[in-house]
């Protein structure tokens, strides 16, 4: 075990049986260590800098019926919604006056939002605000899509590929949805010049440490600007509400990994680690993590964006939700800063 912690911080490469041991090895021991190395090679590039990034659940409509996911297509329960260009505009303003500069545009695969809706929601964006990043998170689209997207002025992309197995993948989601167009649409996104994240979900249905080595695999070799796990949490409303949830013991191991994999790598303490733990996020930043994504939508909707039972931070305003980060932060002896926060590496 040693010699593969050693290859880890030393950034040599780990093969895929490698990522096997180290997960089937996962103990509170291995976590602080781990940690202690993770935090070491973070502050060297960050210091004690975190990022925060806006969100925007701008549309829970969704064609796709993923097993997991709480604004699944199925999902009749589900009270749909859409916010309006001007709406969406609101949101960043207030977003821009307490110090976002980084909005994330995350929806459903919502056939509403065509390229000629979306271009125009952007370059508005744009437009209006030339000094802040725009992420997107809309699943997926053709190539076309995605050029005429970060043309229009989109500066990143978010799509997880959920897991790096195949196999694996067709457990989680309907025969209609495919693994290869997802990793296509991830080579697309990078190869236009979006700073690009992936990521999964721990713990997820059916998912073995050979499924999630194949992630850390994945991850080592694609080199993503970002990536975003949290744990899987069930949703009464889906074919998985039985399913057990992941845990925050496998969670903080993976974001510690992830950050040995890449010191430079965006990676967010998620809404889904807080929402198993309440110092769920605080602990991610303590394992490695140097993101958090307070979020900007309406509280009118909030409680309607529920891809997950129980999940946190769906009462509160933008405001509240800013200063309860910073004072989280500032806690355990970080900084939440008002910056783009853009990738320090671009391959
Ligand atoms: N539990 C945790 N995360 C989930 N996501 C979707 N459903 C769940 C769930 N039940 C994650 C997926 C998706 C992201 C937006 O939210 O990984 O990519
Ligand atoms: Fe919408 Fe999976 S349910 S993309």
Redo the contacts with the bound molecule.
């Keep these: 075990m040693n010699d593969i912690i050693e290859k880890l911080v030393s950034q040599n490469p780990l093969t895929h049986s490698e990522f096997v041991s180290l997960l089937d090895a996962n103990s509170e021991a291995l976590r602080d260590k781990l940690a202690d190395d993770a935090n070491t090679l973070r502050e060297k590039v960050f210091g004690t800098d975190i990022y925060i990034r806006g969100l925007i659940e701008f549309t829970n409509y969704c064609k796709n019926d993923c097993y997991?996911?709480?604004i699944r297509a199925g999902n009749s329960n589900a009270v749909r919604y859409r916010l309006t260009v001007d709406d969406i505009l609101l949101c960043c303003e207030k977003g821009y006056d307490l110090g976002f500069r980084t909005f994330v545009l995350?929806g459903g695969e919502d056939p509403y939002f065509n390229d000629e809706k979306m271009v125009d929601i952007v370059a508005r964006i744009r437009d209006r605000f030339p000094d802040c990043a725009i992420t997107l998170?809309l699943g997926e689209r053709s190539r076309e899509s995605y050029e005429k997207l970060f043309s229009a002025g989109a500066d990143r992309y978010l799509l997880?590929e959920?897991t790096s197995d195949e196999q694996h993948y067709k457990k989680l989601h309907p025969d209609n949805m495919s693994f290869n167009n997802r990793m296509e649409c991830l080579k697309n996104l990078k190869d236009i010049g979006y700073q690009t994240g992936c990521?999964f979900?721990v713990g997820s249905p059916y998912q073995t440490h050979e499924d999630l080595a194949s992630d850390l695999y994945f991850i080592q070799e694609f080199r993503p600007h970002m990536v975003g796990i949290?744990?899987?949490?069930?949703?009464a409303d889906t074919p998985f509400a039985n399913k057990n949830n992941g845990t925050l013991e496998d969670t903080l191991l993976l974001i510690s990994i992830l950050r040995l994999i890449n010191p430079e790598l965006l990676l967010p303490a998620t809404t889904?680690l807080g929402t198993i733990h309440p110092l769920g996020r605080e602990l991610g930043i303590k394992a490695g993590a140097n993101v958090v994504m307070p979020n900007l939508s309406p509280v009118g909707v909030r409680k309607q964006y529920m891809?997950?039972d129980n999940k946190i931070c769906t009462g509160d305003e933008a405001a509240e939700c800013i200063n309860c980060m910073d004072k989280r932060m500032e806690a355990i002896g970080y900084k939440v800063v008002t910056s783009r926060g853009d990738s320090p590496f671009i391959d």
């Design positions: 997991y996911c709480g995350q998170s997880r959920e990521g979900m949290g744990p899987y949490i069930t949703h889904s891809l997950y």
